[in-house]
């Protein structure tokens, strides 16, 4: 099977949490409060891009709004096989971190 | 006010970059952050951030694009592929026409390119000048010996000069003896030219007068593989001289030719390099940041001011290095040639071009269904014209990969025809990389432009409708095709006349014989035996006659001052002269106008002249020249006869007038053997036994003057050559993309043919209906052909003094080559859809 990459999994987490109100900006903001990096803006589209075409998040428009120039905005939404991907990764984080303790990481 | 909208340019960057449905997400996005900037750190530091936010997210956005559109990608290429591999034909035509031109196009840049480097790698290139002397509006290369060391002293502009005098000498190293092309300069040489040193070093070259400087060539032939430095190397049997450096082989890139150079006192003597007579051409090194044209102006008179006896001028000029291999001093410019074959590259070119647009557009009706389903998936013009112009492009790249090989193939060949080393090297070349690249997009670009526009206009519905389309770019399809029958007129036409010329030069009746006639260039210990010699010489079967000269009737070009009745040494005149022995005229068949030869029945015939018709008009002895008074710097003697005009000096040229006169004591002398054609290598090799038998110690070596006298045209044969092969391949790409538009026609025209059998229509008049247009258009093509190719013809014939007359008959015999060229393959389409049974077409529908 084949594994979310790890881009793929914040932006699908922050697409949970953000509950119908993801779209880029709001993406964009939820990852910088979770991870505290800023990333750039193509660089979030090319996993929003991947995961659509996988089916495990759809796709809506709005309508145009004044604050963005007169553009649509693209609000995204989980979808039932997404839900189910996220859930296999967080076995397998849970799996994969279970006997790994802080004192082991600790470097000298 | 400060601007509060987001920075507009990288905006319009940003959509370059992105897909059009997510180009409102994506910007709007981008947008709304921006805003939330502005709030939070001012507009110029949020300006500045959407510009880092673009620029970041340029590459990211690229690699999306890519992987978005490879998928597409595919789709095109396979489309691609079975578009070439459905209609093989064409797809041969279209590619195999311009990979042939562009074949052509890759050596003639290859061979501009090399002419145009000539004497490019001397570091003081900008600064050196070849003294040129001018008389009577003929210039000459050759300088007098006394002028170099005179503008040295009086023009502190000028830095150094140099001789580069001619001598082919006879050089030897203990028993390896061979002649060598030596040229004789000034120790300032190497300060002058920039030449890379294998042993010793500019500076200590020429440190003493006996110094010899060689070429890597030559110490292989002479040392082998011992260390030439301090050899000694015999010269002409007389001077001894040391090896001090070798230098690189002459780059062919340099008209400066030679094997050995030396100081010119060794040879000529201390005495002839004070004098103001001419043997060989003279370089110039000016100083740096000096105005030439001033230079020019101050040197023009030094010989004039210095003798003032005659009213002939000479005047110096100066030849800048570089343009020596480009501007002949008399004749045709080198020059004229890069453009004919540029422009002779532009034409095949074109005319592949023309092909490859005519071709696609005349299919585009063909692919219309193809453009059909894909607008009605979606695709948009946009898409459509991007993938018909990536479709040409990737044709015109194939047919480039093609062209490569085809040009690396014909390389060796192309070098033969145009004496030249030339290589393709696409990685040092970078100028013809970028180049090549660029004609390709452009070729492809351009080529697929049009085509794509058209088709891309079709309206989906009437094309699934109609099931057949009026195909489009009819008119510029006739544009065309009238450009690519005047490209190929002309071209016919041009070749035609040249190789007409060239032949006319080799054909033409000089006024001497120059068949079976041995030349042997001799030397001193040879001149001093010459009169046993030729008796010896002539006792022998199969020789003819034996005579010598300072000059053979081809190269006579030394001047000396003469006068006549009614002039004085003071009043001269200039006159090219030759020295020689009896028996000159009789060997090489000149007949006389009046008088007669020179004779050893008449005692006095050493103080006597024969002067040529040239040499006669300029005189006032009208129809009674024998016997009357006539001198060259010495005592006065008298005419004994006037040879007819011959033709010595290339037909570019007017026949200059010539002094003969009985001497044989010049440094530089021929001999000249007539011999009969029958066993030819017996008879040299008798006369070698005989000059080894009175003259041991000299080396045999000789010539067919027919052999030089095809050299001084070699540069015509070879230019012709290289027209006929491009102009052959010109025309014949040219045909092929006539055979491919027409059987295209045909093909159209098929149901129409059809239906007009049925009606009752016989072969001819469908012969003449499909004929009809092409014809017409080819009629016109000529109409602008003639006079085009009668112009650029006339300028370059122009540059013979004797030429043969263009004909009406080349015109003629090209237009109607190319108009029967057209009728057989119409006529082969038009019979082949004749032919097939109207049935079997028309059931197709």
């Known amino acids: 099977m084949k594994l979310l990459s790890r881009a793929e999994e914040i932006v699908l987490t922050a697409i949970l949490l953000l509950k119908g109100t993801a779209y880029g900006v709001s993406i964009r903001e939820h990852i910088f409060e979770v991870t505290g990096k800023k990333w750039s803006f193509a660089l979030i589209y090319d996993p929003l891009n991947k995961l659509t075409k996988k089916g495990f998040i759809t796709k809506s428009e709005s309508e145009p709004t004044p604050e963005r120039g007169g553009r649509r905005k693209v609000y995204y939404e989980i979808t039932d096989p997404g839900k189910t991907a996220l859930m296999e990764i967080k076995t397998m984080h849970e799996g994969v971190w279970e006997k790994i303790t802080n004192s082991i990481l600790e470097t000298k | 006010m400060i601007k509060r909208s987001s920075p507009g340019f990288a905006r319009w960057l940003l959509a370059r970059f992105l897909l059009r449905e997510e180009f409102h997400e994506k910007l709007g996005d981008l947008e709304e952050c921006f805003m939330v900037e502005v709030e939070k750190s001012g507009p110029i530091r949020a300006y500045f951030w959407y510009w880092g936010e673009v ?20 789709n095109y290429l396979k489309s691609t592929l079975r578009n070439i591999m459905n209609y093989k034909g064409y797809s041969f035509i279209n590619i195999f026409g311009l990979a042939a031109g562009l074949a052509c196009c890759i050596l003639i840049l290859l061979w501009v390119q090399h002419e145009l480097s000539f004497d490019n790698f001397h570091e003081n ?30 023009y502190p502009e000028i830095e150094c000069g140099t001789s580069f005098t001619y001598a082919r000498l006879l050089t030897k190293y203990n028993d390896n003896d061979f002649y060598a092309e030596c040229r004789m300069v000034f120790p300032d040489f190497f300060d002058m030219f920039t030449y890379k040193f294998i042993n010793g070093n500019p500076r200590s070259a020429f440190s003493h007068l006996n110094d010899v400087v060689i070429t890597e060539e030559m110490a292989l032939k002479y040392f082998g593989s011992a260390n030439p430095i301090g050899k000694i190397i015999q010269l002409d049997n007389t001077t001894d001289l040391k090896v001090t450096a070798v230098i690189e082989n002459n780059p062919s890139n ?3 030719k030679f094997d050995i150079l030396f100081h010119p006192a060794l040879y000529m003597g201390e005495k002839r390099l004070t004098t103001w007579s001419m043997d060989g051409p003279g370089y110039l090194m000016l100083r740096e940041n000096v105005d030439v044209d001033e230079v020019r102006d101050k040197i023009r008179n030094t010989i004039n001011d210095i003798d003032t006896r005659t009213n002939n001028k000479w005047y110096v000029g100066l030849q800048p290095l570089r343009d020596i291999n480009l501007h002949a001093l008399n004749g045709t410019d080198p020059i004229l040639y890069i453009y004919v074959f540029s422009s002779i590259a532009f034409a095949v070119l074109l005319i592949a071009c023309i092909n490859f647009v005519n071709l696609s557009t005349a299919r ?3 692919r219309a269904k193809e453009v059909a389903l894909r607008k009605v998936a979606g695709a948009e013009r946009k898409e459509l014209v991007k993938q018909f112009i990536g479709e040409t492009v990737l044709l015109t790249f194939i047919a480039m990969l093609l062209a490569l090989l085809m040009s690396s193939l014909m390389l060796p060949y192309f070098n033969n025809l145009a004496s030249r080393e030339l290589s393709l090297n696409l990685i040092d070349n970078w100028i013809l990389t970028t180049g090549l690249i660029l004609i390709t997009l452009l070729t492809g670009i351009l080529s697929g432009i049009y085509p794509s526009l058209v088709i891309s206009s079709f309206q989906p519905a009437s094309i699934f409708r109609n099931s057949f389309v009026k195909s489009g770019g009819h008119r510029l399809r006739k544009v065309l095709l009238v450009i690519q029958f005047t490209a190929t007129i002309t071209l016919i036409i041009s070749t035609l006349i040249i190789s007409n010329q060239i032949r006319f030069i080799r054909n033409s009746n000089l006024g001497f014989d120059r068949d079976q006639i041995i030349v042997i260039p001799t030397n001193n210990g040879l001149r001093q035996k010459y009169d046993t010699l030729k008796k010896r010489l002539l006792s022998e079967s199969g020789i003819i006659n034996v005579t010598a000269a300072s000059q053979a009737p081809l190269e006579i070009s030394a001047t000396n001052p003469v006068y006549w009745e009614g002039r004085s040494s003071n009043d001269y005149e200039m006159m090219n002269f030759v020295c020689l022995d009896y028996d000159y005229f009789e060997t090489f068949g000149m007949d006389m106008k009046y008088g007669r030869t020179f004779s050893r029945e008449f005692g006095a015939d050493s103080m006597n002249y024969i002067i040529n018709e040239a040499a006669l008009k300029l005189t006032n002895y009208k129809e009674q020249p024998v016997g009357r008074m006539f001198s060259m710097w010495r005592d006065e003697g008298e005419i004994v006869g ?10 570019h040229n007017e026949i200059r007038p010539i002094v003969f006169m009985l001497y044989q004591n010049l ?42 006298f095809n050299e001084q045209y070699q540069d015509e044969m070879r230019i012709a050559n290289i027209f006929e092969s491009f102009s ?20 159209r025209k098929t149901k129409e043919i059809a239906i007009r059998k049925i009606v009752g229509a016989s072969h001819s008049v469908i012969l003449s209906l499909i004929s009809k247009e092409f014809i017409t258009l080819a009629l016109l093509a000529n109409l602008i052909a003639w006079p085009l190719a009668y112009y650029l013809m006339n300028q370059w014939i122009a540059s013979f003094a004797y030429s043969n007359p263009i004909g009406i008959w080349v015109f003629i015999f090209s237009g109607l080559a190319v108009v029967i060229q057209t009728l057989i393959t119409i006529s082969y389409q038009a019979i082949k859809a004749a032919s097939a049974k109207p049935v079997e077409i028309l059931k197709a529908e």
């Open chain 2, 642 to 651: 006037v040879v007819k005009d011959f033709h010595g000096t290339s037909l």
């Open chain 2, 55 to 74: 620029i970041i997210s340029i590459p990211l956005l690229i690699k999306e694009t890519i992987y978005g559109e490879g998928i597409m990608l595919r």
């Open chain 2, 364 to 366: 585009s009706t063909r």
């Open chain 2, 667 to 708: 440094p530089y002398f021929n001999m000249f053997v007539k011999v009969s054609p029958q066993n030819l290598t017996a008879t040299i090799e008798n006369i070698e036994s005989v000059i080894k038998d009175v003259v041991p110690e000299f080396k045999f070596e000789y010539t067919f003057m027919d052999d030089d």
């Open chain 2, 125 to 154: 290139g900008e600064r050196l000048y070849r003294i040129t002397v001018e008389r009577n509006g003929d210039t000459f290369s050759s300088n007098p010996w006394a002028l170099i060391p005179t503008l040295k002293n009086n």
């Open chain 2, 254 to 256: 340099s008209h400066l």
């Open chain 2, 728 to 747: 052959t391949l010109a025309i014949i790409i040219s045909c092929l993309g006539l055979i491919g538009m027409v059987s295209y026609m045909a093909e």
